[in-house]
Nanobody, 120 residues
């Protein structure tokens, strides 16, 4: 299974950040995985943002729940992160992952990550 993030590298404050993860080599509906988004701000630890499982149920980081939405397009085998009302504090490298649980282990499936900068 391979994952690839895509989306704009620069987002303006107050706008919505939207990233897509394309999954190949496995289906996001038949594999019993949690399709997950994480991020790592500069100089900070990796942060779990949320996940969608093969049933379509979603899970979010409580502190970001009001700004976060994860959805999927099963016809394209993709899942998407939307983070609204972004500020410069949302600048980070964003990763998508396919994990066997809500905890994403190093040996789960990871994308390479994509840098997103929030700046005017």
């Amino acid at each position: 299974v391979q994952l690839q993030e895509s989306g704009p590298g620069l987002v303006k404050p107050s706008q919505t950040l939207s990233l897509t993860c394309t999954v190949s080599g496995g289906s996001i509906t038949t594999n019993s995985y949690y399709w997950t988004w994480l991020r790592q701000p500069p100089g900070k630890e990796l942060e779990w943002l949320g996940a969608i499982e093969n049933s379509g149920s979603t899970y979010y980081r409580p502190s970001l729940k009001s700004r976060t939405s994860i959805s999927r397009d099963t016809s394209k085998n993709q899942f998407t992160l939307e983070l609204s009302s972004v500020t410069p504090e949302d600048t980070a490298k964003y990763y998508c992952a396919g994990a066997r649980s809500l905890y994403v282990a190093p040996d789960d499936y990871w994308g390479q990550g994509t840098q997103v900068t929030v700046s005017s």
